[in-house]
Nanobody, 126 residues
């Protein structure tokens, strides 16, 4: 299977910046869409930003437009989220997500994957 490993969370003051990174590992053949989701306490997980591999088109939640920027490196199977002008309401656990195809050596075939990272905490507080 494909594993996603996130890094870059932490504590930051309002108005500050953080950069999250996520790298995929595990016989990846191709990655279609990579994105970031977040879940605050007592709330449902929501899409923050996503980016496709083919065209590089992006999609952002209205609440982060103009403040967050998603980017990816297809050759390295990585996706990053630059978060600027952070607000207390951005506090949440941020999860990386990716879907695509990988080589399953157990069955000697290419199979689809849709994987999640373990999550990284982002806290915006003074």
């Amino acid at each position: 299977q494909v594993q996603l490993v996130e890094s870059g969370g932490g504590l930051v003051q309002p108005g500050g910046s953080l950069r999250l990174s996520c790298v995929g590992d595990g016989n990846i053949v191709s990655v279609y869409t990579m994105g970031w989701y977040r879940q605050a306490p007592g709330k449902q997980r929501e899409l923050v930003a996503a980016i496709t591999s083919s065209s590089g088109s992006t999609n952002y939640a209205d609440s982060v437009k103009g403040r967050f920027t998603i980017s990816r490196d297809n050759a390295k199977n990585t996706v990053s989220l630059q978060m600027n002008s952070l607000k207390p309401e951005d506090t949440a656990v941020y999860y990386c997500n990716a879907d695509g195809a990988y080589y399953d050596s157990r069955y000697d075939r290419v199979a689809a994957f849709d994987s999640w990272g373990q999550g990284t905490q982002v806290t915006v507080s003074s």
